[in-house]
Nanobody, 113 residues
Framework: QVQLVESGGGLVQPGGSLRLSCTAS????????NGWYRQAPGKQRELVAI???????HYTNSVKGRFTISRDNAKNTVYLQANSLKPEDTAVYYC???????WGQGTQVTVSS
């Protein structure tokens, strides 16, 4: 089974930027869609953004205009460019792919001054 590994999380000040990467151990062509979810302490995991193999993208309202999801098929990697970060963006960010449903281990993003 293809495994997903996230990287790029960290501590950033409000208004700053991060680029999260999700690299698959196999071809991401095998997935119909890839996405990013996040889970803040005490809250349910929520969808942040998805991208399909055909290039369709969808974002949750709270990140529209600030986050961009993209994929590099040659590198088997999906990216999440997060700009204008806010404290409420603080969460563990998980890479997701389907089918079959596959999750990464998560990467912490903390937005704080």
């Amino acid at each position: 089974q293809v495994q997903l590994v996230e990287s790029g999380g960290g501590l950033v000040q409000p208004g700053g930027s991060l680029r999260l990467s999700c690299t698959a151990s196999g071809s991401i062509f095998s997935f119909a869609s890839n996405g990013w979810y996040r889970q803040a302490p005490g809250k349910q995991r929520e969808l942040v953004a998805i991208i399909t193999s055909g290039g369709y993208t969808h974002y949750t309202n709270s990140v529209k205009g600030r986050f961009t999801i993209s994929r590099d098929n040659a590198k088997n990697t999906v990216y999440l460019q997060a700009n204008s970060l806010k404290p409420e963006d603080t969460a563990v960010y998980y890479c997701h792919a389907t089918p079959p449903i596959t999750w990464g281990q998560g990467t912490q993003v903390t937005v704080s001054s």
